[in-house]
């Protein structure tokens, strides 16, 4: 057997695999992925032999294998199939719960410390892979979309990061209700209408650094009462406040009317809390955590978006004057619900979790004839959508 050094990668490519891996195949080379990059590989104790990789991890003793389809110099290898442990008779398969375990003894010794949600996040992560290839749907490739059809190729492409970032332990771990899951997803090519709350004046926080930058909001609802603003709100988000009490009482006030379900489908993109229209991105608070994340809209996010814009705006003019067809989308404009708490000042949780931002749509800064793709979903290891080209 070979030193575990970090030998030269020679080893033979196989074949690029015709389907998708399985969930448990996904996390194990998810894991595989971190500890070659974070632990065994600038530790020397990986080597490339005979078409596969092998991974030592000394403090819990215990050395695995993985078959490899195609290896890299920069030691981002491909896998494929199961994950193996040596054993006095040979090599095992082992599975990716005892693969997670093993991880996770090898960190708290290397560390010194014991991380309590570790195992459940690696778990949520399967589940949440396991439940995006169950409701997979096919869809015609990049090129097939005629140059009007932009738009769907684009959503495609954003919807279709199925396995997460190859490099992180627990891509897709995430709280919150499956059902919920299952209907805002972008993995599940999940478009919905907004809910649409109706907030007087005096209760609405705002910034912008254009002119017009909130008007994509008003237009959702052009019948909106006299003395109240549109304010919309992620369905999702809305059911998690709903029994907020501030929230209530101005519901029992009349300081807030809900005016129902918009009419325009926003699709999820792979940020998940971001919608698209393909008009704009709204970028709403999500009280819900993915990966490491509460994804919500922290009151100095909200008006640090448009100060970043407002900042940014002569350098982003230069950018584009010296590269003709470069663009940065823009955060112009932020509108949230200002509710008094207690002490009279706004309520952070409604504020925050309320807040929206406006991202710039892609057809204000799109080239004639170009067609957008997520940049994650072209360089995917698999191919999950119609953006990829990746191996």
């Known amino acids: 057997m070979p030193s575990l050094t970090n030998s030269p990668d020679t080893a033979p490519v196989t074949a690029a695999p015709t389907g998708l891996p399985t969930a448990d195949e996904a996390v194990a080379h998810t894991l595989l992925n971190c500890l070659l990059r974070e632990v065994s590989g600038p530790e020397h104790q990986t080597a490339v032999d005979d078409g596969r990789l092998l991974i030592r991890l000394p403090r819990r003793g215990v050395l695995l294998r993985v078959a490899l389809r195609r290896t890299s110099l ?98 897709k771990a995430r709280t919150g209700d499956p059902a919920a899951w299952q209907s805002y997803a972008p993995e599940t090519g999940a478009a919905f209408p907004l809910l649409l709350l109706a907030v007087r004046d005096e209760l609405i926080a705002e910034e912008s650094c254009a002119d017009g930058a909130t008007a994509v909001l008003d237009a959702l609802h052009p019948d909106v009462p006299d003395g109240y603003r549109l304010l919309p709100v992620h369905p999702w988000q809305y059911e998690l406040l709903r029994d907020h009490a501030g929230l209530q009482e101005a519901l029992a006030r009349d300081d807030i009317r809900d005016l129902g379900s ?77 509710l008094p708490g207690a002490d009279g000042r706004p309520a952070t949780e409604l504020l925050e979790g309320f807040g929206v931002i406006v991202r710039e749509g892609l057809s204000q800064r799109l080239l004639p004839g170009t067609t957008p793709l997520l940049a994650a979903a072209v360089a995917d290891e698999y191919p999950t959508g119609p953006a990829h080209v990746s191996r």
């Open 74 to 171: 920069l030691g981002a290898h491909r896998f494929t199939g199961p994950v193996s442990e040596q054993t006095d008779g040979g090599w095992a398969e082992v599975g990716w719960r005892r693969l997670a375990e093993y991880a996770h003894a090898e960190l708290s010794l290397r560390t010194g410390v014991h991380n309590e949600e570790f195992l459940a996040q690696i778990a949520s992560s399967h589940q949440a892979v396991s439940a995006a290839l169950a409701s997979r749907v096919e869809g015609p490739a990049a090129e097939e979309h005629t140059a009007e059809d932009w738009q769907a190729a684009y959503v495609a492409s954003e919807q279709s990061l199925l396995f997460g970032h190859r490099f992180h332990p627990t891509p």
């Open 262 to 338: 918009g009419r325009t489908p926003f699709a999820a993109t792979a940020s998940v809390r971001t919608l698209y229209d393909g008009a704009a991105f709204l970028k709403f608070s999500l009280n819900v955590r993915i990966t490491n994340c509460l994804r919500k809209n922290a009151s100095y996010e909200l008006s640090g978006a448009v100060a970043l814009t407002r900042l940014l705006a002569p350098q982003l003019t230069d950018l584009a004057t010296r590269f003709p067809g470069s663009a940065v989308l823009q955060e112009p404009a932020y509108r949230s619900l200002a």
